[in-house]
């Protein structure tokens, strides 16, 4: 039987926090699809082509993680693939609070609308990304703080990301 499993996210941009999820993620599962999912009430800096490019370049070392994109419900994407668990990375008590209510979201969706079972596995962030989010690099990334944004975005997208705010 296939583990697959699905990490949804903004990813506007993805971090290091990020990258370390997936990649922990992806060492447990045999595949695990990362998707950049699309939410029209979120008003994204990246669009969601920069933000699957960003990704695939980020994990071009990662074989069995794949990158897509998703406007619709986490647990109708994760009955498409096959996906029985949704992975989430908290930093933090305010994050396992937020997640848990989503968690309980998207099980009763899977279960009651497509009749599966969909867990969520929640990986702890490392000491290094505690403080990683992608809403903490947008204000760096917005007041010019590049010097720092660059600690928390990987290096082969740096200047990709660094591009869009120094006009």
Known sequence: MNRNAIYGGTFDPPTL????????????????????????????VFTTEERIEMLQKCTVDIPNAVIESYSGLLAKYAYDRNARYSVRGIRNGFDAEYERPMFEFNQQIAREEFGFELDTVFIPTTRENFDTSSSNVRRLLGGKAFKVA??????????????????
């Open 17 to 44: 926090g990020h990258l370390d999820v997936i990649k922990r993620a992806a060492a447990m599962y045999d595949t695990l699809y990362v998707v950049v999912l699309v939410n029209e009430a979120k008003k994204p």
């Open 150 to 167: 660059r600690k928390y975005i990987d290096s082969r997208i740096a200047e990709q990301v660094i591009a869009k705010y120094e006009v």
